[in-house]
């Protein structure tokens, strides 16, 4: 059996790696999580462990390529901090980041609480306690020195491989969007590169967002009010280095853009 000292023992250790922005092959065998289950464990412990509020939630390998990338058979929920949340046209530091990538993502921001439900909740319910959709960008990172190899369990551990993230502003007239077809545009440094589009993520980023609210309440957590859920990369992740500028436009949703620095 997991232990709670086990679950204490393997936050704590990640909590240090993340405060000081290392990571390591893997935690010990002694107190590494071995299942979804323990892996959320570990995650709760890691939050409830360091000081900043939590801002929200992000979705990893929401595509069949993402999830055979990290070797999971599906995607995984993270939390995101307020420390580590930016505003449109940040600045993005890439210390240490071992991914460099940017994800470009739909990111669903609620209005109500959706509190654990011992059914599912449908598309339509999820979606009728959403107050807006931004723009988004996340810059990733990982914890483990070779996270496509560290599994699923210790990869929930550590937050999904949470790290950066960038919010554009607010749509309020997010409603007839077409997140399935409709074209994000993308431009590194100016020029455009390949377009994202929702059905990228999970099919659509609204079941993207209603599989996160499902396994939120499988564990007998809330959504709360202000909660923001950024739902997965709708294309596959821009490389990125030091001196770029990513440029994602959502057209009736807004754009969101960032510049990278070392």
Request: charged share 20%; with cysteine.
């Amino acid at each position: 059996m997991y232990s709670a000292v086990q679950i204490n023992q393997a936050a704590a250790a990640l909590l240090a790696l993340w405060q000081q922005r290392t990571r390591c092959d893997g935690l010990p065998d002694d107190f590494r999580p071995s299942s979804r289950a323990e892996g959320y464990a570990v995650q709760q412990a890691v939050g409830q462990s360091q000081q900043h509020a939590l801002f929200g939630w992000k979705i990893a390998a929401t595509s069949v390529e993402g999830q055979r990338h990290i070797a999971v058979n599906g995607p995984l929920a993270g939390r995101l901090y307020n420390d580590r949340v930016l505003r449109d046209g940040a600045s993005v530091t890439l210390y240490n980041n071992l991914m460099r990538v940017a994800e470009i993502e739909f990111a669903f921001c609620f209005a109500r609480t959706l509190p654990p439900s011992d059914s599912d909740y449908s598309v339509d319910e999820v979606l009728d306690v959403v107050a807006c959709v931004h723009p988004s960008i996340e810059v990733p990172d990982s914890r483990y020195n070779d996270f496509v190899k560290a599994g699923e369990a210790q990869l929930i551990a550590d937050n999904a491989c949470a790290n950066l993230f960038v919010l554009g502003p607010g749509a309020d007239d997010w409603r007839d969007f077409d997140y399935v077809n409709q074209a994000v545009i993308v431009r590194l440094n100016g020029e455009r590169v390949e377009s994202g589009f929702g059905r990228n993520v999970l099919g659509d980023p609204r079941l993207a967002l209603t599989w996160l609210v499902n396994e939120l309440s499988a564990l007998g957590i809330n959504c709360e009010p202000g909660q923001v859920v950024t739902t997965g990369t709708c294309r596959v992740p821009v490389a990125i280095q030091p001196g770029d500028v990513v440029e994602a436009d959502f057209g009736a949703l807004g754009k969101v853009s960032c510049r990278f620095g070392p």
